[in-house]
């Protein structure tokens, strides 16, 4: 059962700062104080999403925001916000190089967009702006709207309309083709790295179950509901993914375990037939 947005950003912390972590409090909190200076009239407010708004993340998480701005940004606003973002990567805090995020036009940003039309965005590990549609989905806005995390401005319900069941369930299907196509690309790491091989055991679950109930789970809540629901072949790969979380970063750079990867591969194919998604 989903919880109330009071009860939820209580077990965050929200009283007392965003999130739990003071060092990422008070990037975050630069971060809002500086884009309100640079947009001035067209800041319209900012948010946390992701792992933060969903109860789950921890001192190896991305740090997923959203600015919603009132109108499209202008060129010179661009270059202030570049230079802001590179003046908060060099910050002497691992947290001011994990945040991930895009500027939003409020219109825009209203509706699920079919086109995924592209956003200013910030890549993590990145200190440069680019236009990419990587926060232009339902799964972003439904986070957002159901539980994201205020950091200055509206309450989201207001800025973001409900988002209906089949465009979260489309987008989650989309999700699966998607990634069962990205499942046997090659790594720098090899054939697969030990960071892609438990992602997509927990992005196919978290999709799976999107699929089924409509609402976005974390990626614990859906491996929970997935050892419940799929079948129990899969148990141990679910299990040995939850337990892959530390040095996410080190994992990017070495080669994942050959039977994990022959088994994430035919579990990528299990997941295809569970949502009738074909190749």
Not at 167 to 179: H, K, S, V, Y
Not at 242 to 254: K, M, S
Request: negative net charge.
């Amino acid at each position: 059962m989903e919880k109330p947005r009071e009860e939820h950003r209580a077990e965050t912390g929200v009283d007392n700062g965003p999130t739990v972590f003071p060092e990422l409090n008070a990037v975050l909190q630069d971060l809002v104080t500086s884009t309100r200076a640079i947009l001035a009239e067209n800041f319209c407010a900012a948010y946390l999403q992701g792992s933060f708004a969903l109860g789950e993340a921890d001192e190896y998480s991305d740090v997923d925001f959203l600015i919603v701005t009132n109108d499209e940004v202008r060129e010179a606003q661009l270059l202030d916000l570049q230079a802001m973002h590179k003046r908060l990567f060099a910050l002497e805090t691992a947290w001011a190089q994990h945040l991930e995020g895009s500027y939003a036009p409020r219109e825009r940003f209203r509706q699920v967009d079919p086109s995924r039309s592209a956003f200013l965005f910030l890549d993590n590990g990145a200190s440069n702006l680019v236009w990419d549609d990587h926060c232009n989905t339902a799964v972003v806005r439904w986070v957002l709207r159901e539980h994201g995390i205020v950091l200055a401005g509206p309450d989201p319900e207001s800025v973001i309309d409900p988002v209906p069941t089949e465009q979260l369930r489309r987008e989650a299907l989309n999700g699966i083709r998607e990634f069962a196509a990205w499942a046997p690309e090659p790594t720098k790491a090899g054939p697969m790295s030990r960071w892609k091989q438990p992602y997509l055991v927990l992005t196919f679950c978290r999709m799976l179950h999107t699929l089924q109930n409509a609402r976005v789970a974390s990626k614990r809540e859906a491996a929970a509901w997935a050892l419940e629901t799929l079948d129990p072949e899969w148990a141990t790969l679910i299990r040995r993914a939850l337990a892959e979380r530390p040095d996410p970063w080190l994992r990017v750079y070495q080669p994942a375990n050959p039977e994990l990867v022959e088994q994430t591969l035919a579990f990528t194919d299990y997941v295809l037939q569970e949502a009738g998604a074909g190749r």
